[in-house]
């Protein structure tokens, strides 16, 4: 396990690219999916508190739930085509950047490694004013939890934020 959370903490690639490499098949299902103010974001996103961003959580599984990935785009910062592929498409954020051609590195701001599914829901809080009230322990089940978050940067502007929640015990 220790590799996988060294391994995890510093890959900046594509999460729907890992999990097929590690699992084969995976399938995911957009959970929630709205457009509204960045308000907590903003600042991450160097934006306005009032511009409208993309919001979206998908729980990806292979048998059992393995992650849970909320992200948020500033859409002033995406073209037509993109925005239109966030609205309709039903596959994860990576595959619509790989659609659309769109290269980006992952800044990584923090990760960590906890079985405290409190710990967890308290940093995923800031979502809460997305109105985005997740418990991973409801969608995860797991028993350690990997999380990280980072910022894609397009350029280096930020283009999305980025929160995964890894169920450990999958990967064992």
Same mark, same amino acid.
């Given at each position: 396990m220790k590799k996988f959370i060294e391994f995890m &903490? #510093? =890959?900046? /690639?594509s999460?729907?690219?890992? +999990?097929k490499a590690v699992f084969g098949r995976i399938q995911f299902r957009i959970l929630k999916q709205w457009r509204g103010e960045a308000t907590a974001f903003a600042e991450k996103l160097a934006i !306005? @508190? !009032?511009e409208i961003? $993309? =919001?979206r959580v998908v729980l990806f599984t292979s048998g059992k739930p393995v992650c849970l990935a909320? !992200? &948020?785009?500033? +859409? !002033?910062?995406?073209?037509g085509e993109f925005k239109e592929s966030l609205s309709e498409d039903e596959i994860p954020l990576g595959e619509i950047m790989k #659609?659309? #051609?769109l290269g980006v590195k992952r800044k990584i701001v923090y990760s960590i490694t906890t079985d405290d599914v409190c710990r967890v829901s308290e940093m995923l809080s800031y979502y809460s004013s997305a109105h985005i $009230? =997740?418990?991973?322990d409801d969608v995860l089940k /797991?028993?350690? =939890?990997?999380? @990280?978050n980072y910022v894609m940067l397009k350029e280096s502007t930020p283009f999305a934020d980025v929160v995964e929640v890894f169920n450990v015990g999958a990967f064992l």
């Open positions: &903490a #510093k =890959y900046d /690639g999460v729907t690219d890992l +999990l !306005s @508190r !009032s961003v $993309n =919001y909320l !992200s &948020a785009i500033p +859409l !002033s910062r995406v073209n #659609k659309h #051609k $009230n =997740y418990c991973p /797991g028993e350690m =939890y990997f999380v @990280r």
